[in-house]
Every structure is written in C-alpha cells, then in structure tokens.
Nanobody, 125 residues
Framework: QLQLVESGGGLVLPGGSLRLSCAAS????????IGWFRQAPGKEREGVSC????????NYADSVKGRFTISRDNAKNTVYLQMNSLKPEDTAVYYC??????????????????WGQGTQVTVSS
C-alpha cells in the first residue's frame, strides 16, 4: 500500500516551533519532489514549500520565507518541515504530497500523485 503519513503537528504558542515529518511507505521518495500544503478552515488550500528530488532546490511561499525550512532524508524516506516563529495565521491542517520527478510548482496541485491525510497545526495563546 502506497501512502504518505504526516506527523509532528500540535498546539504551540505564537513564536514557537514545530517540526513536521512526512514518511512514505510502500514506495521510495527518491524520485519524487515533495510539497507541503496547508488548508485553514474556510480558506483554500495553499502551497507552503517544496523540495526537489535531490534536495538541491527548494521553494517557499512568501508567507513562510525565512521562518520555515524544508529538508529531506532519502535514506529515511522522510521529508521534514521545520517551522519557526509560528504565527496564529499558520494554523491549518498541513499535508505533504509527492510528485514523480516533479518540478516543485506549489500552485499546481494535480502534479502531485500521492497525498497524506494531514496533521493539524494550531498556533494560539
């Protein structure tokens, strides 16, 4: 069974940090670009960050630049999203998605072949 599983979400105070993980099972992430997306209640899904197959290229939404860092460990078949200086507006369900030999276009959702179930991130005092 091919699947992506996110973990690491939770409740954090404004200014705090979380690290999300996206683990693949049933397939190797080596040939996939991996994107992180989020969707807040009543809002459209938006792309947050993406990393190329090799990890040599990354892409970030303007709203998270300088605060979030994406990385990957192909040996562990896992991609991470380090989120620092979190703000209440970062509250959302975060999803990871895999795009086979993808080009990391955050706005083209149908380029992504597999999606995880999501993990809730809540930033609140």
């Amino acid at each position: 069974q091919l699947q992506l599983v996110e973990s690491g979400g939770g409740l954090v105070l404004p200014g705090g940090s979380l690290r999300l993980s996206c683990a693949a099972s049933g397939f190797t992430l080596h040939y996939y670009a991996i994107g992180w997306f989020r969707q807040a209640p009543g809002k459209e899904r938006e792309g947050v960050s993406c990393i190329s197959t090799s990890g040599g290229s990354t892409n970030y939404a303007d709203s998270v630049k300088g605060r979030f860092t994406i990385s990957r460990d192909n040996a562990k078949n896992t991609v991470y999203l380090q989120m620092n200086s979190l703000k209440p507006e970062d509250t959302a369900v975060y999803y990871c998605a895999a795009s086979f030999l993808g080009s990391c276009r955050l706005g083209v959702f149908n380029e992504y072949d597999y999606w995880g179930q999501g993990t809730q991130v809540t930033v609140s005092s």
